[in-house]
């Protein structure tokens, strides 16, 4: 589909997923705040990670660590050393770009003149700030780049309060910083963002066999979601691109209109988190199995996925267009589980007799479901609005309901209309939309 990208931009802003932050004062570049519809999106995102990694499983805990962080964490991590990228600077146009990301490094991508970029250097990519009222050494604290570490430096707590024993996970969703030299495609790189990232502790020898069943899992959660199979890929890093503690990573990928683009990182990240911490606190991070009398660091398989990426893909892959009844319709094919709202309650007119069994329907639908409530302008155009924001049902209540005490649900997808007793409303729509 042309310019699927520009359409899905236009209608996040148009429909309230997601405006440009501080809009009033001109934006704030690689910053954006999710609005009405697009704060629910992300939180059922959030949701359905969180379902398949914690709810739906008995080795894995979650854990909510601090944003801030000490230097010593980041020394300890190799952050403070090795989380750069390299930068280069035009010296006509005076933009900086990512010197691994240019395909000519003779000629600026902006200006297009040549000979005017800079030697690269290392710029590291975390945000520092202050703690106290004294800027100095002393009071210096930095936001966290991933929330990988919290997990780590909480992993003895962990251990000994939730009773599990490797093979077992923390799982945790945050907020993550990175002071991204060349941030942009809308959401797809910014400075802030969500992660969601699992660490899975096993014993040093099932490393191997457990990054597979990672590899599989995660991507088969973006195909249950609704992303065809045939726009992701696995791909294996090269030696090169390997970070400093992975001795295997595999980026689960998206085709976006731009080509493809990491959605999540499995990695092996092996013993290097847990020893290197260990070695600066001075306490000790190691399992003592009881029952072999083996003692050992735990090796670490990671699926790191970015919440706001993947709402990017889910969106893109539900977007589409068709016609009905002669009229161009657009929607989007979310799954319902990933929708704003997955019910909207529908007066058929704003007719007094109406609007009263309608609101009753809704109080009966809104313990159960997201539900929104429309009564402006004719059904028909209310249908395509729905359509239009990812909205799965619709349930109608018209003159009929007055006389039966049923309603109408229609299927955004099919179109398929059927009657339903109020009554039965509730455990219908559970099943139709199989949450």
């Not at 400075?191 to 066999?209: D, K, N, S, W, Y």
């Not at 109608?396 to 039966?404: E, I, K, N, S």
Request: hydrophobic share 35%.
């Amino acid at each position: 589909m042309p310019d699927v990208m520009d359409a899905v931009v236009n209608l996040c802003k148009r429909r309230g997923f997601i405006f440009p932050s501080a809009e009033i004062y001109g934006g704030f570049r690689s910053a954006y705040d999710y609005g009405p519809l697009g704060s629910l999106m992300l939180r059922n995102v959030k949701a359905a990670w969180w379902r398949s990694m914690v709810q739906l499983r008995d080795d894995v805990v979650g854990l909510d660590a601090s944003i801030l962080s000490p230097p010593a964490v980041w020394k300890a991590s190799g952050h403070l050393d090795t989380f750069t990228d390299p930068l280069v600077d035009c010296r006509n146009c005076k933009e900086r770009f990512r010197a691994d990301h240019l395909k000519n490094t003779e000629v600026c991508p902006n200006c297009g003149n040549k000979g005017t970029l800079t030697e690269a250097r290392q710029f590291n990519l975390m945000f520092k700030t202050f703690v106290g009222p004294v800027e100095d050494a002393a009071s210096v604290a930095y936001l966290r780049p991933e929330t990988a570490q919290g997990m780590f430096v909480n992993f003895k707590n962990v251990l000994e309060t939730s009773r599990k024993r490797p093979p077992f996970g923390i799982a945790q969703i945050g907020k993550s910083f990175r002071n991204e030299i060349t941030p942009g495609n809308f959401v797809f790189r910014t400075r802030e963002f969500e992660q969601m990232e699992l660490e899975f502790f096993v014993p040093p020898a099932e490393g191997p066999t457990w990054f597979d069943y990672w590899c599989g899992e995660r991507l088969q959660w973006y195909v249950d979601l609704g992303i065809p199979k045939e726009r992701l890929q696995l791909r294996a890093h090269d030696p090169a691109e390997l970070s400093h503690y992975s001795t295997g990573t595999s980026d689960i990928e998206f085709q976006f209109p731009w080509g493809w683009g990491e959605l999540e990182g499995v990695a092996q990240r092996t013993d290097f988190d847990l020893k290197q911490h260990a070695q600066h606190s001075g306490q000790p991070l190691e399992y003592f199995d009881q029952a072999t009398g083996e003692r050992y660091v735990p090796h670490v398989i990671e699926p790191a996925a970015g919440a706001t990426r993947s709402m990017m893909a889910f969106l893109l892959s539900a977007y589409d267009e068709d016609e009905v009844n002669g009229e161009k319709r657009t929607v989007l094919h979310l799954h319902p589980r990933i929708a704003p709202y997955q019910v909207a309650v529908l007066p058929l007119s704003k007719n007094d007799q109406l609007v009263p069994p309608a609101r009753e329907v809704l109080g009966l639908l809104q313990p159960h479901f997201m539900c929104d409530y429309d009564q402006t302008q004719n059904i028909g155009r209310r249908y395509r609005r729905q359509d239009e924001i990812g909205t799965p049902l619709c349930v109608t209540v018209d003159f009929d309901t007055l006389q039966d005490r049923s309603a109408t649900i229609r299927d955004r997808d099919s179109l398929e209309q059927v009657r339903v007793p109020v009554e039965a409303l509730v455990g219908e729509l559970r099943d139709r939309l199989a949450l």
